[in-house]
Nanobody, 126 residues
Framework: QVQLVESGGGLVQAGGSLRLSCAAS????????TGWFRQAPGKEREFVAA????????SYADSVKGRFTISRDNAKNTVYLQMNSLKLEDTAVYYC???????????????????RGQGTQVTVSS
């Protein structure tokens, strides 16, 4: 069993930056493909980014490419999401996810993941 806890959310002005963290306990996160989803009010849950176990390969939603960077520190059992040039439409609850399936495909559905955190709110203001 893996427990995931997100942190780092908050209120930021458009154009600003935030870094989200996802800390794991229970099992070593380095054995899991890990990623981020988000859900805005009244909208469907959306895939944001994913990273392979070594961190060598990543995948991003088109809406965040060039602005967000996913990374991991396996020694700290933590995955990060650096968010730059934030836009109003990035406002959402951000969820950390992890799964045992290590293939970097079929990333877009949360039901393809085995574990999920409780989420952290990111609010971007004008």
């Amino acid at each position: 069993q893996v427990q995931l806890v997100e942190s780092g959310g908050g209120l930021v002005q458009a154009g600003g930056s935030l870094r989200l963290s996802c800390a794991a306990s229970g099992r070593t996160l380095s054995s899991y493909l890990t990623g981020w989803f988000r859900q805005a009010p009244g909208k469907e849950r959306e895939f944001v980014a994913a990273i392979s176990t070594s961190g060598a390969r990543t995948s991003y939603a088109d809406s965040v490419k060039g602005r967000f960077t996913i990374s991991r520190d396996n020694a700290k059992n933590t995955v990060y999401l650096q968010m730059n040039s934030l836009k109003l439409e990035d406002t959402a609850v951000y969820y950390c996810v992890a799964r045992r399936n290590l293939l970097l495909r079929n990333l877009n559905a949360m039901d393809q993941y085995d574990y999920r955190g409780q989420g952290t709110q990111v609010t971007v203001s004008s």
